[in-house]
T-cell receptor
Framework: NAGVTQTPKFQVLKTGQSMTLQCAQD?????MYWYRQDPGMGLRLIYY???????DKGEVPNGYNVSRLNKREFSLRLESAAPSQTSVYFC?????????????FGSGTQLSVL | LAKTTQPISMDSYEGQEVNITCSHN???????ITWYQQFPSQGPRFIIQ???TKVTNEVASLFIPADRKSSTLSLPRVSLSDTAVYYC??????????????FGSGTQLTVLP
């Protein structure tokens, strides 16, 4: 059981280039999330998808777009990368079960924009 | 949204019990308390979750007083591998509600030999 898989693990872009970060989960979770984490900081929510077919903005959505391709996959796109988008990006999915929501995270993508 | 306050850092020695307290004065009736652990270069990992009183699993205990305005994560007999950042989050249990969760800076726990 792979859990949440993110690709690529590392990426270097030049300012203005575009790229898509891929995320897939195999736990049949309804909700998926994209976070960024800057050095020494907590995670900030970029976009989320509460269920298949829906997406919505989080705390820091500017410069990003997302696609919930199906229940398993949730991609994050940078249309024109900027140095301020240098960060570590984490994808997560969530399970309700008994009790509160629990997040399951991928291993992250280290992105550098030069 | 319930705001949480936790210490920025803590040091401990191997074999000791570590208690990290989180304050959440405006917790709502529907809110659960969840703790995550994050190692460098990894995504956060769920540790424990509770609503009231005490919850225990194979790695930690979570103590929640009756007024639920604070919670304490207890790690028994820590080892060097427990060095990590620990996040306390408070949020409701509906699907997609994690969008309301705020990851602060967490508590950097350093376990010393």
């Amino acid at each position: 059981n792979a859990g949440v898989t993110q690709t690529p693990k590392f990426q270097v872009l030049k300012t203005g280039q575009s790229m898509t970060l891929q995320c897939a989960q195999d736990m049949n979770h309804n909700s998926m999330y994209w976070y960024r984490q800057d050095p020494g900081m907590g995670l900030r929510l970029i976009y989320y998808s509460a269920s298949e077919g829906t997406t919505d903005k989080g705390e820091v959505p500017n410069g990003y777009n997302v696609s919930r391709l199906n229940k398993r996959e949730f991609s994050l796109r940078l249309e024109s990368a900027a140095p301020s988008q240098t960060s570590v990006y984490f994808c997560a999915s969530s399970d309700i079960g008994q009790g509160g929501e629990k997040l399951f995270f991928g291993s992250g993508t280290q992105l550098s924009v030069l | 949204l319930a705001k949480t306050t936790q210490p920025i850092s803590m040091d401990s020695y191997e074999g000791q019990e570590v208690n990290i307290t989180c304050s959440h004065n405006n917790i709502a009736t529907n809110d659960y308390i969840t703790w995550y652990q994050q190692f460098p270069s990894q995504g956060p990992r769920f540790i424990i979750q509770g609503y009231k009183t005490k919850v225990t699993n194979e790695v930690a205990s979570l103590f929640i007083p009756a007024d639920r305005k604070s919670s304490t994560l207890s790690l028994p007999r820590v080892s060097l591998s427990d060095t990590a950042v620990y996040y306390c989050l408070v949020g409701a249990f509906s699907s997609g509600s994690a969008r309301q969760l705020t990851f602060g800076s967490g508590t950097q726990l350093t376990v010393l030999p």
